[in-house]
């Protein structure tokens, strides 16, 4: 067994405004990615490449899931959900593998299918229950939003979705992130659906920067972008179809037995609202907003405010 206090790879379970409780999976170092998303909550990518590299250990992710699995009463998914993007670890699909040879959970994997075009990246796809597809923008919006690596191509990516879409066995999510003033308009609205028609997914979500981006100058869509924004997708694609996520997670939290390390755990990769982080600590410290405050202290986290809101966030280690 592993020692969840422990655990490299694996965090949660959290809950997911899209599958529930989720058991996270963070198989890539800190903002290694093919994006450097202005509204990432992680901040700018550091290593942005398109080269895959066996960035994880799978027998050690496998016993870390195991660990946690055994002490849960309810988890929805395992969810690849990292610090960049999950698909440049060339071990994704022997974990995965793994996983569902000693696990009877479904797998979900959130990407920005920027590698899709890749054989193997592609087939390795095929082994998850669900995945889940980043559209926020074509051409020079796509380049704007999402800063990918100069080596790749929307065009590319684009048909590599749609032939993904048509032989994969599971469900297909997209989202697409609105940021106001940016890819709002209705023109640009009409060629991501446009996109999204082609790959025909289950789920289409509708997100906005709720947490603090890479970038101080991205906002959230105002409501009557947003408004607008969910009448022209649903209109084309079906209200049964389309969701809004404008909302944070419920704080429906099932710590382990160190409630501590469980919130460090989190913040790693997920932004923590001061209130949810108080709610889980306050079942088992006389003083959650000292030990907060402790934490600050010791240079673990960062106590960030963004739209009126306060976030525990993961200190990240500068040069000096």
Known sequence: MVDMGQTKYVFGPVPSRRLGMS????????????????YCQLG??????????????PERVVDEIGSIVDT??????ITFVPDGEPTLDKNLGLTAAMIRDRMDLPLA??????????GDVCEELKLFDVVSLKIDGLNGMWRRINRPHPKLSIDLIVDAMVDFSKTYPGKILTETMLIHNLNTTSNVLSEIISIIERIDPYRVYISVPIRPPAERWVKPPTEEELLIAYKIFAD????????????PEPPEFHPPEDPVEYILSIVAVHPLRMEYAIDILQRYVDEPQKLIEDLVKAGKIRLVEYQNTVFLVRRIPRKQ
């Open 109 to 118: 994997l959130l990407t920005n299918g920027s590698l899709i075009w890749m």
């Open 44 to 57: 700018r990518t550091t290593n942005l490449i398109v080269e895959r590299k066996p960035y994880s250990v």
């Open 236 to 247: 084309k694609l079906g209200e049964n179809r389309v969701e809004v996520l404008s909302t």
């Open 23 to 38: 058991l996270g999976i963070n198989n890539v170092p800190y903002k290694t990615c093919t994006y450097s998303c202005v």
């Open 72 to 77: 849960q009463a309810r988890i929805d998914y």
